[in-house]
C-alpha cells in the first residue's frame, strides 16, 4: 500500500539532490523542491486516503460508547425498580415509596412535558426575530 508514496518520495528526493548538486542549483532549492514535490503531496494523499478509516474507527467508538450508556441506564432502571423483601410492614411500606420514587417520570409529571422531558438543558428559548427591511 506505501509502494506509491515511498517510490514518489525517492523520486523527489532524487529532485533535489540534483537541485542541490547542480550548478546553477542552491540548497534552499533542494529543500524547497523536496517540500513542495516530495512531502506535501504525499502527505495530502495518506490523509485522503485515511479518511474512511478514521471514520469507521470514529462510528464504532461512539457505538461502543452508546451501548455502554445504554447498559448502564438499564442496569440502573433495573436496581431502582426491584423491591426488596421487607420484614416488617414500615418497612415494605417505605419500600414501594422508594421503588416508586426512583421510577422515571410518568407521563402526567411536569418532566415529561418538556420537549425534552427535563434530560437536556433547554435550546434557545426566545425565537429569533426577523429585522424589516
Request: proline share 11%; aromatic share 8%.
Amino acid at each position: 500500500m506505501y509502494i506509491v508514496p515511498i517510490a514518489w518520495l525517492y523520486v523527489a528526493l532524487m529532485m533535489a539532490v540534483a537541485e542541490a548538486t547542480s550548478s546553477q542549483g542552491t540548497v534552499l532549492g533542494a529543500f524547497f523542491t523536496f517540500v513542495l514535490y516530495g512531502l506535501m503531496p504525499i502527505g495530502l494523499l495518506l490523509y485522503f486516503m485515511g479518511t474512511p478509516g478514521r471514520r469507521r474507527k470514529r462510528l464504532a467508538r461512539e457505538a461502543e460508547e452508546t451501548e455502554a450508556y445504554l447498559a448502564a441506564e438499564a442496569t440502573n432502571l433495573a436496581q431502582a425498580v426491584q423491591p426488596t423483601e421487607p420484614t416488617q410492614p414500615a418497612q415494605a411500606a417505605q419500600g414501594i415509596e422508594a421503588v416508586q420514587a426512583a421510577q422515571p417520570p410518568g407521563l402526567d409529571s411536569p418532566a415529561s412535558q418538556q420537549a425534552n422531558a427535563g434530560h437536556l438543558p433547554p435550546g434557545d428559548l426566545v425565537p429569533p426575530v426577523r429585522k424589516e427591511p
